[in-house]
Nanobody
Framework: QVQLVESGGDSVQAGGSLRLSCAAS????????MGWFRQAPGKEREWVAS???????????YYADSVKGRFTISQDNAKNTLYLQMNTLTASDTAMYFC?????????????????????WGQGTQVTVSS
């Protein structure tokens, strides 16, 4: 049974940092694209970042413009865990954050930024940033 479990969400002040974790079980995070999405109340789910784990091109993660330079996606293959380091948080980063896994690698932005390209999803972890 494939399972993704996010953790690390919290309430922080603007300018603070958080690190989200996504622990995978039932399959390996390698050889597929892993991503982070977020959804604020009353808004659509928004792509945040993705990385092709284990790909020869995996050295190039992808980020939404709104988080580029502040967020970093990474993984620990031995722990089968995906991370999202979030720095310089602002109130606009307040949302439920979801981890997602695709069936394979995704190289086109038309794919890796699209929620329907991912097959497996976690339940989410809440991030609240107060100004």
């Amino acid at each position: 049974q494939v399972q993704l479990v996010e953790s690390g969400g919290d309430s922080v002040q603007a300018g603070g940092s958080l690190r989200l974790s996504c622990a995978a079980s039932g399959y390996s995070i390698t050889s597929r694209c892993m991503g982070w999405f977020r959804q604020a109340p009353g808004k659509e789910r928004e792509w945040v970042a993705s990385a092709n784990i284990g790909s020869g091109r995996s050295g190039t993660p992808y980020y939404a413009d709104s988080v580029k330079g502040r967020f970093t996606i990474s993984q620990d293959n031995a722990k089968n865990t995906l991370y999202l380091q979030m720095n310089t948080l602002t109130a606009s980063d307040t949302a439920m954050y979801f981890c997602a896994a695709a069936e394979g690698w995704l190289y086109s932005r038309l794919n890796y930024a699209r929620s329907t390209a991912y097959k497996y999803w976690g339940q989410g972890t809440q991030v609240t940033v107060s100004s």
